[in-house]
């Protein structure tokens, strides 16, 4: 303060006294010269010669000249005088009143300078600094304030004695650059460590041709900075650490500023987006989220909202699920990806496992019923509801337990107690307990139901209604079906022996025990096979008969199949053994003594080559005598012919007759015997059929032509009923001929006078149908299996008489065709007789087996 106010009070003495005085005499003499110069122009003009007077050596110029010089110059003088005492008048007046204006303005501007001086003393004395100041290299030093750090051991030490407060190391450091500023004018930045432990910033600058030293303690700033410093490392280590983090995290991670826009992604949103770094995908600003999802999170974005969603994705090339996450933090919001596609397909499979787990139970036939903690009716399968009669609608409104029990008493579907509060009670009791319990109830209507409760860890009951009813009943009817079962092996003379699949007796009957004399002690001790068979083979040693029979007890086998075997004892019984695998693994052996049906077996086999022998001699001597009297036969047709047609002479009515006769009985008989060598053809398969396409019309025309005259006596009418699509088809014309007369001429014989025979021929099916109906007396239900089979005649009351053959005859050429013939027939409706012929037959004439 005392320095500012010697500076303020010397500028006022200047501003008054020196300046003004010097600048008024400046102008005086200016004008002193000017009124000379005026003066000397007026003589110069007032002497005409005043060039020649110039030119003239100055000693006679001053002997010439001299008194009228002198008077000019006093005259002169004495104008330059007024002159000049009027201009500095003038301008002493004029000066004064623009220098008092000036002093004004220096006094105001010294005071803003003193203020601004005051306020940099304050602000210079607020801080722990000191400030040097050099007008010249070898002026003194101007010192400013009195910091702490200069204090050392109690004593304020000068600031230029660097050595005393600063640290040895920086001393040199110092002084140099402070003899560089105020010899060159250098500026430093140095930061000077003081012995007291303060960190003091020295600054050194050239202001306005000084040097100017700054001494500031910045311990305080520099610890801040230090501060500020290892926060910021901390903080970049940190964010360094979680972006690590981030990248080797598995999951896409983004942030978006506050326009939205990508700002920050990790590695793995960068590889789910197909891009090559973090950068890449930020620069192409690929989006992880679709177009969809975009806009409900731009949506929930201006609401101020987190953003929450699960969607399908395209990431690596795979389509996933992922839970998508936007939260709004500062300067903008920050978003992750998980993929929870692993999880969605658990939840998927758990729920299509629930929901296979409540068809199984609904499927079950177990009523079930699950209560929660307050119990309530959580689930049911429909075994509970059909087992109950309860409406789905009232379970549907979960009722508790109490309230079902009270509904199934009112209905009278509980058993009867005598308490029913304390019955309920004591079934209430399972919510509290531990262990699972069972009970038996006896319903009113007869069922007996066997119920099951066993806590849920998680609170409430799981109740289980088995109804026993139906498996007391099987149970009583299989104690019922054993004794019986036991009763019936007891009482089968076959005996009976039925062995474990460890190989051990379980099952015998006394049948068993007498044929191969074993002790009911033995049986009861339940011994295995093999002693059993040692036992057996004392009656009857028949070594491969029983390793067989022990190989299928107690062997392994792929496949378990039954076996049959004949043992003939030493007493020379036969005994027939079976075994039959049972299910169980156990295998049931018979034993049947079959010695006399053996010996009736014998004597019946004989009896029966016998009967075949005698059958191939009675059709060897069939087939020979119809040959032997074919030849003789065929003679006397012809010869009945020739007679006939009068060839030998004319005959009488009456001989004409007996020729006629002739040839029909033979013509007969021939026929007969043809059948009878057809049929021996087709016995020992030497009959071909000679196939050939042949018109159906045809066909049955040729065969109604031969029964017309039997028609004309009878009075029998038949009728032909030809399809128009019958067509042609390929057949032994021959032979189906025969076969559609045997079955007309067998119609004709069952019918009488005035009836109808009716023939009809139709395809269907891709068989050719041939159908003979008659309405005359018709065929009993006993003898129509027997009517085809040779020699089997019937009349049933009518005159047709025959010997059995053109039925069969007709069997066999329709099995040759690859046919079929069916019958049907009732007594007093007549009968219809249906032929069914294939349109395509094989290739070649097979003989029907």
């Known amino acids: 303060m005392t320095s500012a106010r010697h500076i303020r009070q010397a500028g006022r003495a200047e501003s008054r006294g020196g300046q003004p005085l010097r600048v008024a005499l400046g102008h005086a003499a200016s004008t002193m010269a000017l009124a000379c110069a005026a003066g000397m122009a007026s003589l110069a003009g007032a002497t005409p010669a005043a060039a020649q007077i110039a030119t003239l050596p100055s000693g006679e110029l001053a002997r010439s000249l001299f008194p009228d010089l002198l008077g000019a110059f006093s005259m002169s003088m004495v104008v330059g005088l007024a002159v000049f005492a009027a201009t500095t008048a003038i301008l002493h007046v004029r000066e004064r009143g623009r220098w008092i204006r000036r002093e004004a303005q220096l006094a105001a501007d010294l005071d803003s300078a003193m203020a601004r001086a005051e306020q940099a003393e304050i602000f210079g004395s607020t801080e722990d600094q000191v400030t040097v100041i050099w007008a010249a290299p070898a002026a003194k030093a101007e010192i400013h304030g009195q910091p702490e750090f200069l204090l050392v051991n109690g004593t304020r030490m000068s600031p230029l004695a660097f050595g005393s407060w600063a640290s040895p190391d920086q001393v040199k450091l110092l002084g140099d650059a402070v003899d560089q500023l105020k010899a060159r004018g250098e500026p430093f930045d140095h930061g000077v460590h003081s012995r007291a432990g303060h960190y003091v910033e020295a600054r050194g600058r050239a202001v306005s041709g000084r040097a100017v030293l700054h001494l500031r303690d910045v311990s305080q700033t520099r610890r801040s900075l230090l501060e500020a410093e290892q926060d910021r490392a901390a903080s970049r280590a940190m964010t360094a650490r979680l972006t690590a983090m981030m990248d080797a995290s598995s999951c896409p991670a983004w942030f978006r500023d506050g326009t939205g826009e990508l700002a920050w992604v990790n590695a793995a949103y960068a590889r789910a987006v197909d891009a090559a770094n973090p950068a890449e995908a930020l620069a192409a600003r690929h989006e992880l989220m679709g177009r969809d999802e975009r806009e409900r999170s731009a949506a929930a974005r201006a609401r101020g909202e987190v953003f929450q969603i699960r969607a399908p994705a395209v990431v690596g090339g795979q389509r996933l699920m992922l839970d998508l996450v936007e939260r709004p933090v500062a300067q903008g919001y920050a978003g992750h990806a998980i993929d929870v596609s692993e999880l969605e397909a658990v939840r998927l499979d758990l729920a299509r496992q629930m929901e296979a787990h409540v068809k199984v139970m609904d499927r079950l036939p177990t009523a079930v019923a699950a209560f929660d903690s307050r119990q309530r009716l959580a689930y049911r399968n429909l075994a509970y509801e059909k087992l109950w009669s309860l409406d789905p609608a009232y379970l549907d409104t979960q009722p508790s337990d109490s309230e079902i029990l009270d509904r199934l008493r009112t209905e009278r579907r509980l058993p009867e107690a005598g308490a029913y509060k304390d019955w309920k009670a004591d079934r209430l009791k399972a919510y509290t307990a531990i262990e699972t319990s069972e009970d038996w109830w006896y319903l009113p209507d007869g069922r007996a139901i066997q119920v099951t409760t066993s806590p849920n860890p998680q609170g409430g009951v799981i109740h289980l209604f088995d109804d026993a009813t139906e498996r007391f009943s099987l149970e009583s009817k ?197 059948d009878i060598l057809d049929l021996a053809s087709i016995d020992n398969d030497e009959l071909q059929l000679e196939r050939e396409k042949t018109s159906v019309a045809d066909l049955v025309g040729s065969a109604v032509r031969g029964l017309e005259e039997r028609l004309a006596e009878t009075g029998i009418s038949l009728e032909q009923a030809i399809a128009d699509d019958a067509g042609s088809f390929v057949c032994d014309a021959k032979r189906l001929r025969q076969a559609l007369y045997n079955l007309m001429s067998n119609a004709i014989g069952f019918s009488q006078a005035g009836q109808v025979v009716e023939v009809h021929a139709f395809r269907e099916g891709g068989e050719m149908v041939f159908k003979v109906v008659d309405h005359g007396r018709g065929i009993p239900e006993d003898i129509q299996d027997r009517i085809f089979d040779r020699f089997q005649t019937h009349t049933a009351g009518s005159r047709h008489r025959g010997i059995g053959l053109g039925l069969a005859i007709v069997r066999s050429f329709i099995s040759l065709h690859g046919g079929t013939v069916d019958i049907q027939s009732r007594p007093g409706t007549g009968t219809t007789v249906t032929c069914r012929v294939p349109v395509d037959p094989p290739l070649l004439n097979e003989a029907a087996e």
């Open 478 to 674: 299989v104690n019922a079906l054993s004794r019986t079962q036991r009763e019936t092996l007891d009482g089968l003379r076959e005996g009976v022996a039925v062995f474990g699949s460890d190989g051990r007796l379980k099952l015998s009957n006394p049948s068993f025990a007498a044929l191969w004399k074993l002790s009911p002690a033995v049986l009861d001790a339940h011994p295995h096979i093999d002693e059993v068979v040692a036992l057996c083979r004392l009656l009857c040693p028949a070594e491969e008969a029983w390793a067989t029979l022990r190989g299928a007890v107690v062997g392994v086998r792929d496949r378990r199949e039954d076996l049959a075997s004949r043992m003939v004892r030493q007493d020379g019984s036969v005994v027939d053994c079976a075994l039959a695998p049972l299910p169980d693994g156990a295998t049931l052996l018979t034993f049947a003594d079959v010695t006399d049906n053996v010996n009736v077996e014998m004597a019946l086999t004989e009896r029966n080559e016998a009967l075949v022998k005698a059958a191939q001699l009675r059709d060897d001597f069939v087939h020979h005598v119809s040959y032997a009297l074919r030849s003789p036969l065929t003679t006397i047709i012809g010869f009945a012919q020739l007679i006939g047609e009068e060839i030998a002479g004319p005959l009488n009515p009456r001989q004409r007759e007996y020729a006629q006769l002739i040839l029909r009985s033979s013509g007969t008989l021939l026929t007969i015997i043809n």
